[in-house]
């Protein structure tokens, strides 16, 4: 795992060996097999020590995350799985981090678009209106 790269974005890749994996045992339910194997696993990335951000993308991923992103998967009996499955939810967690929200360009509604608008609060104006009791004399 430490010779390849994970892709997080079209961007950015990072190398696997910069992903710390820790494995502990897992609980919950499982009998005999559960108490002696080691299947959690907790993958977790320093942003300040990586080579593969930018001072940038270090800045917005600590903004948005924190300096230290962990994920935990101890859903299947398989170590192996948990790996994959805890390095996936990672990435995902960085990925959202890394995401730059476009800025919004504010428009005008179109003469047609106020138009329908005016004409549907003309229409639900009268509804109401009809529906008064009539007045008394």
Known sequence: MDGESIRVTRSVSIPAGEIRLRVSRSSGPGGQHANTAETRVEAVFDVDASTALTERQKQRV?????????????????QARNRDLAVERLVAKLRVALRVERRR???????????????????RSTTKRRRAAPPEE
């Open 105 to 123: 360009v504010p428009t005008r509604p179109t003469r047609a678009s106020v138009e329908r608008r005016l004409q549907g609060k003309r229409r």
């Open 62 to 78: 600590k903004t948005a995350a924190g300096p230290v992103l962990r994920a935990v998967a101890q859903d299947e009996r398989s």
